[in-house]
């Protein structure tokens, strides 16, 4: 079993992380999304982030150069069907994940393994649908945000994938300096089962919007928590929607337990439109 190439199905902040980490690991990476413009803006915001590093002195001019050559903009008609893995990072929603796999299922080689970067959606629930072959090429690859930064994958086993598949790619992850944890195929998986109190208890101390209330949280879990983010902060990074769709996928999964109980305060900023930082205002301003 090889890594070879990797097919990276959504441009969004997640998707390009995961291409331009991929990218640096030596491997020829396509990244596809529904929306052409949003891929080809990925690859020019990635060729950024490399430029910036190499000004860092953080990559030589050489590896640079080589980086972009390996990264490609794709299309469904056009991306590599031999490709080695798949790696889906769209949005949090079952159903268009699985008309996704699905269709990679038909496209792509028999012996191509699919993967997603759910962070809440159980494996098996996406892998149901799927040939009986192709059912034991498919796992869950969980990455965090930023990709190309944050140590730690989740690598998720779904009922039917083959288990050395999961050794593979433990190992794999570890040679190339990704702290590695195996999660069962549960609901919101380790990171985000319990970062929902995380979220959800800061939520329910300042009650509603109130910027002062806000940071003071998050400088006392940064002050005396040791946090590097508060959890406002955080969701700003991520995306208060894309909080607000995984807490309220792993509250729904335990059948409306309280303690994943979603928030009225998230739901009025996604409401709002006021998202995070991708839109330069959530929880705080970024002018």
Same mark, same amino acid.
């Given at each position: 079993?090889?890594?070879?190439?990797?097919?990276?199905?959504?441009?969004?902040?997640?998707?390009?992380?995961?291409?331009?980490?991929?990218?640096?690991?030596?491997?020829?990476?396509?990244?596809?999304?529904?929306?052409?413009?949003?891929?080809?803006?990925?690859?020019?915001?990635?060729?950024?982030?490399?430029?910036?590093?190499?000004?860092?002195?953080?990559?030589?001019?050489?590896?640079?150069?080589?980086?972009?050559?390996?990264?490609?903009?794709?299309?469904?008609?056009?991306?590599?069907?031999?490709?080695?893995?798949?790696?889906?990072?769209?949005?949090?929603?079952l159903e268009i994940k699985t008309s996704v796999f699905k269709k990679l299922d038909d496209l792509c080689h028999e012996d191509t393994i699919l993967s997603s970067n759910t962070s809440s959606i159980p494996i098996s629930s996406l892998a149901k649908e799927l040939s009986s072959a192709r059912k034991e090429k498919f796992l869950g690859l969980h990455f965090f945000n930023p990709a190309p930064i944050m140590k730690l994958v989740e690598v998720i086993k779904g009922h039917w994938t083959n288990p050395q598949i999961?050794?593979?790619?433990?190992?794999?992850?570890?040679?190339?300096?990704?702290?590695?944890?195996?999660?069962?195929?549960?609901?919101?998986?380790?990171?985000?089962?319990?970062?929902?109190?995380? $979220?959800?208890?800061?939520?329910?101390?300042?009650?509603?919007?109130?910027?002062?209330?806000?940071?003071?949280?998050?400088?006392?879990?940064?002050?005396?928590?040791?946090?590097?983010?508060?959890?406002?902060?955080?969701?700003?990074?991520?995306?208060?929607?894309?909080? $607000?769709?995984?807490?309220?996928?792993?509250?729904?999964?335990? $059948?409306?337990?309280?303690?994943?109980?979603?928030?009225?305060?998230?739901?009025?900023?996604?409401?709002?439109?006021?998202?995070?930082?991708?839109?330069?205002?959530?929880?705080?301003?970024?002018?």
């Amino acid at each position: 079993m090889q890594i070879k190439s990797v097919l990276v199905i959504g441009a969004g902040t997640m998707g390009r992380g995961i291409a331009q980490w991929f990218v640096q690991q030596g491997l020829k990476v396509e990244l596809l999304d529904g929306n052409s413009e949003v891929t080809h803006d990925a690859i020019k915001s990635v060729n950024s982030s490399w430029e910036k590093l190499q000004a860092k002195g953080k990559f030589s001019q050489e590896e640079v150069l080589s980086f972009k050559s390996n990264l490609s903009a794709s299309t469904w008609e056009s991306f590599n069907k031999d490709v080695s893995l798949v790696v889906e990072a769209i949005i949090e929603n079952l159903e268009i994940k699985t008309s996704v796999f699905k269709k990679l299922d038909d496209l792509c080689h028999e012996d191509t393994i699919l993967s997603s970067n759910t962070s809440s959606i159980p494996i098996s629930s996406l892998a149901k649908e799927l040939s009986s072959a192709r059912k034991e090429k498919f796992l869950g690859l969980h990455f965090f945000n930023p990709a190309p930064i944050m140590k730690l994958v989740e690598v998720i086993k779904g009922h039917w994938t083959n288990p050395q598949i999961i050794t593979f790619f433990e190992q794999w992850f570890k040679e190339h300096s990704k702290e590695v944890a195996i999660c069962n195929d549960s609901p919101g998986f380790i990171v985000n089962r319990v970062a929902r109190n995380f $979220y959800g208890e800061a939520m329910r101390v300042v009650s509603h919007y109130d910027k002062e209330r806000i940071t003071e949280v998050d400088t006392i879990l940064k002050e005396c928590g040791g946090f590097r983010m508060g959890p406002f902060e955080l969701m700003d990074l991520i995306g208060i929607d894309i909080n $607000y769709s995984v807490t309220q996928s792993v509250w729904n999964s335990f $059948y409306n337990d309280p303690r994943f109980a979603p928030h009225l305060l998230q739901k009025q900023m996604v409401d709002s439109g006021r998202i995070g930082k991708k839109v330069k205002g959530g929880f705080y301003d970024y002018e």
